[in-house]
């Protein structure tokens, strides 16, 4: 089956740590993104990728970090500099070179900050 | 910068009621249009999207939009809602600066519709 995975489902992180979200797809995309979803403000992005080893920010960038140095994977790093972490957190993908600018998403990591 | 709104933030129904949700964006130049539904539980879906043509687009489920250009306007409409339509509803616009290329994606804040059975 092709898709988006997101891990874990639900996270918990004490405050001052780092914590790593996994993204992986094999769908062949070469776009990657990472959004926040809080309640009543809709998705924002946070960073993306068009290509491997390179990528964006997004509009909410601010203590967060990414690397993309596999096409598969786009783990997104949730730092101690975030102020309000706690979000639930979507991954997508796209195919670029496409012309529909259609965007999968994956089920999404619950982070919770204890 | 782009902006998508979403006016109806909570929208309760009774079953077979007849829907329509409001999404209207702000950048004048050709756009994509989405429209996505998160099921309790579940991944964020696409409902249906226009990218040209006929600006009245089906999508899955009896879901329909209509683009109205001059309204900046992408409303999501279905004639009889079902209690397995409960999910929130987010409008997604992209800007196409050229020809395969675009700015990235902006959502609206999203529209959680309860249907009572």
């Known amino acids: 089956d092709g898709g988006i995975t997101q891990s874990p489902k639900y996270l918990f992180r004490k405050e001052g740590q780092n914590v790593t979200l996994s993204c992986e797809q094999n769908?062949?995309?070469?776009?990657m993104y990472w959004y926040r979803q809080d309640p009543g403000q809709g998705l924002r992005l946070i960073y993306y990728s068009q290509i491997v080893n390179d990528f964006q920010k997004g509009d909410i960038a601010e203590g967060y970090s990414v690397s993309r140095e596999k096409k598969e994977s786009f783990p997104l790093t949730v730092t101690s500099a975030q102020k309000n972490p706690t979000a639930f957190y979507l991954c997508?993908?796209?195919?670029?070179?496409?012309?529909?600018?259609?965007?999968?998403f994956g089920p999404g990591t619950r982070l919770t900050v204890l | 910068a782009q902006s998508v709104s979403q006016h109806n933030h909570h929208v309760i129904l009774s079953e077979a009621a007849s829907l329509e949700l409001g999404c209207n964006y702000s950048?004048?130049?050709?756009?994509?249009l989405f429209w996505y539904v998160q099921y309790p539980g579940q991944h964020l879906q696409l409902l249906l999207k226009?990218?040209?043509?006929?600006?009245l687009v089906k999508g899955i489920k009896g879901f329909e939009a209509e683009f109205i250009k001059s309204k900046f306007s992408f409303n999501l409409r279905k004639p009889s809602v079902q209690w397995s339509d409960t999910a929130e509803y987010f409008c997604a616009v992209i800007e196409v600066i050229s020809s395969g290329s675009a700015r990235q994606l902006t959502f609206g804040s999203g529209t959680q519709l309860t249907v009572l059975p």
């Open positions: 226009y990218f040209s043509g006929d600006p």
């Open positions: 997508a993908s796209k195919d670029r070179v496409s012309s529909y600018n259609e965007q999968f």
């Open positions: 769908l062949n995309h070469d776009a």
């Open positions: 950048y004048g130049g050709t756009v994509n």
